[in-house]
């Protein structure tokens, strides 16, 4: 949260927020509010029927998108454009090819120049390199790294400027299932690290429940939050995905989200 923003003061606030493109509504008078958790942050998985609008509140959380309708806020204050306190990462890989590991992650910190001098640029993206395990690769390029060294770089990248807020839209779903559960492992751990506020869209039950400590399942088009789920979904910090998986407590948790996919699908 902003030294400007009352402890009050939502990170994320929607107001009756709806999206038109042409006679299509993707959502529809959208209204929730997260609170920022010093010291903690908040991690919320999305998940929902396709083309329900999960993929549209992150675009307008990040500022790519306009609503229709409605008021979009962070720290109080209407969102624009992009900014540098929202970091995205996306599906697709989005490293820059023709630069090195160290140099996609610190080609931010480069474009912002009031962010510190050259040696503390250097500093930070080296050791966020080390937090995602890619130092040995750090002069390599992009084309030289397997899928999920690839997407540790868009993770490097996104949280080396320090967002309050990250956006995740299906990181995971192109990769293989051992690289998958690994990189859920790896975010995690990441998150409780940094403590920023996450919200992740993806199609996967399992992966909701272990990546997220709520999990909003969003109706048909117009998209809606039909169900807010957190009071089932066990914690997972330190408990690889394989191991959390086995606990009765994550089973129920799966019925659970599975069961109000399901009446949402339904319908």
């Given amino acids: 949260m902003s030294d400007t923003a009352s402890a009050s003061t939502p990170i994320v606030e929607f107001r009756n927020v709806s999206v038109r493109f042409g006679a299509f509504t993707a959502i529809h008078e959208v209204t929730f509010s997260i609170h920022d958790i010093p010291g903690h942050g908040e991690f919320i998985t999305i998940i929902g029927p396709s083309g329900c609008g999960k993929s549209t509140l992150l675009n307008l959380i990040a500022g790519f998108l306009k609503p229709s309708e409605g008021e979009v806020l962070v720290n109080g204050k209407p969102v624009t454009g992009p900014g540098r306190d929202r970091g995205m990462i996306f599906q697709q890989y989005s490293s820059f090819p023709h630069l090195t590991v160290l140099q996609n992650v610190?080609?931010?910190?480069?474009?912002?120049?009031?962010?510190?001098?050259?040696?503390?640029?250097?500093?930070?993206?080296?050791?966020?390199?080390?937090?995602?395990?890619?130092?040995?690769?750090?002069?390599?390029?992009?084309?030289?790294?397997?899928?999920?060294?690839?997407?540790?770089?868009?993770?490097?990248?996104?949280?080396?400027?320090?967002?309050?807020?990250?956006?995740?839209?299906?990181?995971?779903?192109?990769?293989?299932?051992?690289?998958?559960?690994?990189?859920?492992?790896?975010?995690?751990?990441?998150?409780?690290?940094?403590?920023?506020?996450?919200?992740?869209?993806?199609?996967?039950?399992?992966?909701?429940?272990?990546?997220?400590?709520?999990?909003?399942?969003?109706?048909?088009?117009?998209?809606?939050?039909?169900?807010?789920?957190?009071?089932?979904?066990?914690a997972s910090i330190g408990i690889p995905p394989l191991v959390a998986q086995e606990r009765p407590d994550f089973k129920n948790a799966v019925y659970v989200v599975t069961e109000a996919f399901r009446r949402v699908s339904d319908n």
């Fill in 106 to 234: 610190l080609f931010g910190l480069e474009l912002d120049k009031l962010e510190s001098n050259r040696a503390e640029r250097l500093r930070k993206a080296e050791n966020i390199l080390e937090q995602v395990e890619l130092t040995a690769h750090k002069n390599k390029y992009p084309h030289q790294l397997s899928g999920g060294q690839q997407q540790r770089v868009a993770i490097a990248r996104s949280l080396v400027m320090e967002p309050k807020i990250l956006l995740m839209d299906e990181p995971f779903s192109a990769l293989d299932e051992p690289t998958r559960l690994e990189m859920q492992e790896l975010i995690v751990n990441l998150w409780h690290r940094i403590q920023p506020t996450i919200l992740c869209v993806t199609h996967n039950v399992t992966e909701a429940v272990y990546l997220g400590e709520r999990v909003w399942i969003f109706s048909h088009a117009p998209g809606q939050i039909a169900y807010d789920i957190g009071e089932t979904i066990p």
